[in-house]
């Protein structure tokens, strides 16, 4: 009996072992537990990322095969450190650092020991890794640009740091990951998905073969490719024409909402930050505290939008009643603020609303401003309402895009007016708080509000926001943010005499000498007070140069905003570029050979080199003796 009882104990404890073994095999089996095996290596298989194109299908980043030598800390035996230094081309320190770094991750996971070795490193040292216990070559892809521009826009890709490794546990230390633009934006689409295989290895630590036959093993999956909606050639022209000046443009196409372009001046080639230089070359780049490459004025550029903001409070003023397209008033080349005389320089006299926007009459936009003020029972009640219809334009906002950073801007309120001069309908005024009217108050705005703005205007009261994607895989996406329109608090019928102004500034007003031809445009020329404190001193600069524009005046294609640091009046360098940009996207060649020639001579540097000399300087002046008389002429009758 007592033996049948043992027997019969052996055969249930036997039986019961071989259960849990085959439930742990077949059942609950998880890839997680391998790791927790030291028999067992895992090695990652990396996709080659999405390519990027641009919105006619042209390619702007692709892949460039590159190969990172991985390291197991405790699979690593003694070894010639010299030697592998030499071949590595690194110094005994590094080494030690980046052994000490890999160990402290894990002793038993492999890291990236040396990141992104050219095909010509790799060429010599791959013969010689099987000398070198513990390490080994991954092959990987790294960014290659078929194009020299949008920086700003595309972004860069660099290692996972330890807060992208909290945040997110389908990374590992050495993956790499989108840090600004379109690479950050769309990485989880970009990326595509790793594959996997699980070595088996002996008690030797050597490899013996797929762990399982490979049936936990997967296959990489490459991240898909993107269509953005950026226009090759329209931004590389673009940057070309800011090259030596500093500032923003952005276009947009107003039926979509589209980007076309956006550019930062100054900027850099993105290739800089691809390979093993990528880090030096960000240092140098992000520090350079004078023209700072790395900001991306385009949409994080905030100061005042000068003249073009004038377009809206004549909307404004349409929409409330406080004038008609008749109205006038009387521009004294200049106009009073109590005993105090503000400048002007339309030349004075009688002005309409059609004249007000295209001579950029100040008197003008600040009587519309006071009007406006009149048909309210209160300031209070008539800066709510002011308020309200800026905001339906899109400033004071970051819009919505799928742009990863920016601004929003400022437009200033009742409680900010109420804050600084105290609540009451006597404390502040119209009068007060005139500076709105003409676009040098407290409203602040970025290139790409003012682009937006001025598509909703060439639309006649409504935009959609602006994006930069346009395809994933071929296939055109339908974002409901981004196909829906959004309509501004302006009736439709109060935005022709406004553009009929618009137009007329190139016909006859502050652009008539930028005209292209064969293209009707609408657009508006703006010149913004400049200050920067030197030695904690408050000193103006040269002005900054403005141009709103969108072409052609019915059905448009293309609205442009264009912001010029230290560039004078906005016809001089803003009107330029902005029509060459317009000529550029509508016809695909340039006629004004005339204004390119100016505009691909002549840099702003000296005026940035101003504030950083040390000696005085004089402001919006400038040296035009190398081009025409007619020329110059023509500049000094710009808007200013």
Known sequence: MKKLLLSSIIVIIGITFLGRLSYLQIFSFSPDQVLEDPA?????????????????????????PAYDVMVIPREVRE?????????????????KKELRKATIYSPRLPSVFVPQLSKED??????????????????????????????????????????????????????????????????????GRKGVQYIQKDRFNRDIGPYKNGTLDTLPEQGFEINITIDKHLQEYGELLMHGKWGGIVAIEPSSGEILSMISGPTYDPSLLVGRKRSANYSKLHY???????????????????????????????????????????????????????????????????????????????????????????????????????????????????????????????????????????????????????????????????????????NRGFFYTPHVLKKIDGKEISIPDFVEPKHTTIDKRHFEPVIQGMAD?????????????????????????????????????????????????????????????????????????ASLMIEKYLKGEITRKDLEKRMLERTLESEYAKPYSGKEFKINEYDWSKHSIKYQEQATQSEQ
């Not at 230390?173 to 989880?188: H, S």
């Open 288 to 458: 350079d505290s004078i023209s700072k490459p790395t900001f991306d004025r385009s949409i994080s550029f905030e100061k005042s939008p000068g003249s073009p903001f004038k377009a809206i409070n004549a909307l404004i003023a349409l929409q409330e009643g406080a004038i008609t397209p008749s109205t006038t008033f009387t521009c004294h080349h200049g106009f009073f603020i109590g005993r105090s005389k503000k400048g002007c320089h339309c030349g004075g006299g009688v002005r309409t609303l059609n004249n007000g926007i295209y001579k950029s009459c100040n008197a003008y936009f600040v009587g519309a401003y006071k009007k406006l003020f009149e048909q309210f029972p209160s300031n209070s009640d008539a800066m709510d309402a002011w308020e309200k219809h800026v905001r339906s334009f899109g400033l004071g906002s970051y819009l919505g895009s799928d742009l990863y950073t920016g601004r929003p801007g400022s437009v200033p309120s009742t409680a900010l007016y109420n804050k600084w001069y105290g609540e009451g309908d006597k404390r502040w005024s119209a009068t007060t708080t005139y500076s709105n009217a003409i676009g040098q108050g407290e409203v602040n705005v970025t290139p790409i509000q003012l682009a937006n703005m001025t598509a909703a205007i060439a």
């Open 505 to 577: 500034v190139y016909h006859k007003g502050t652009a008539q000498y930028i005209q292209i031809p064969d293209i009707e445009i609408a657009g508006k020329t703006g010149t913004v007070e400049n200050f920067i404190k030197i030695d904690s001193v408050k000193t103006q600069l040269t002005d900054n140069s403005v141009f709103v524009a969108f072409a052609p005046v019915e059905n448009p294609k293309i609205a442009i905003a264009v912001y010029i640091q230290n560039g004078y009046y906005g016809s001089r360098y803003a009107g330029h570029i």
């Open 122 to 191: 790799y060429a010599k040292l791959q013969e010689k890794m099987r000398h070198y216990a513990g390490f080994y070559i991954q092959k990987r892809s790294l960014r290659y640009y078929d194009t020299n521009s949008a920086a700003n826009v595309l972004g860069y890709i660099s290692e996972v740091n330890e807060r992208d490794l909290a945040k997110n546990p389908y990374y590992v230390q050495g993956e790499l990951t989108g840090r600004t633009g379109v690479e950050k934006v769309y990485e989880d689409i970009l990326r």
């Open 79 to 95: 070894l010639d450190t010299l030697e592998l230094c030499g071949l590595l081309k690194i110094d005994k320190e590094k080494f």
């Open 40 to 64: 067992i290596k895992r090695v990652y298989d990396y996709p080659e990322r999405g390519y990027i194109y641009d919105r006619n299908g042209e390619l702007l980043v692709g892949n460039d």
